[in-house]
């Protein structure tokens, strides 16, 4: 069956991006809070959130691979020479088409709710 080129798509924005991703990890908060593991303990549960989380920005679900990067502020740099100690590479943010990160992930995350006490 030929594919034909429907006129609605279009790319994500970074809004709608942001929320999947943030989505994306309540789902492996809910599923690590809730799923039946007696042996496990709550260090090994933060684990396996930490590698869900890792595995989402790998690209292994249905989300694509996630560019992370450092950003420093723009007197990083010469901080860190002054005191003599290493500093982190500067990433051009412009050439960046998708910055999810632009704004504060962790206050959409908090501003987002736990979707779990939604349910309730």
């Not at 492996?28 to 809730?34: A, H, I, P």
């Amino acid at each position: 069956m030929p594919v034909t080129k429907d006129n609605s798509s279009r790319e994500l924005t970074a809004d709608e991006v942001r929320e999947q991703f943030i989505r994306a990890i309540w789902s492996r908060v809910d599923y690590w809070d809730t799923v039946e593991l007696p042996t496990k303990n709550q260090r090994e549960r933060l684990r396996g959130l930490a590698f869900e989380i890792l595995v989402i920005l790998d690209g292994a679900t249905d989300l694509p691979v996630f560019i992370v990067a450092p950003s420093p502020h723009e007197s990083d740099k010469a901080f860190h020479q002054e005191h003599g100690t290493n500093w982190y590479p500067e990433n051009d943010d412009a050439s960046v088409n998708c910055n999810i990160a632009v704004e504060a992930l962790h206050e959409e995350f908090s501003a987002m709710g736990d979707p779990a006490a939604r349910r309730a």
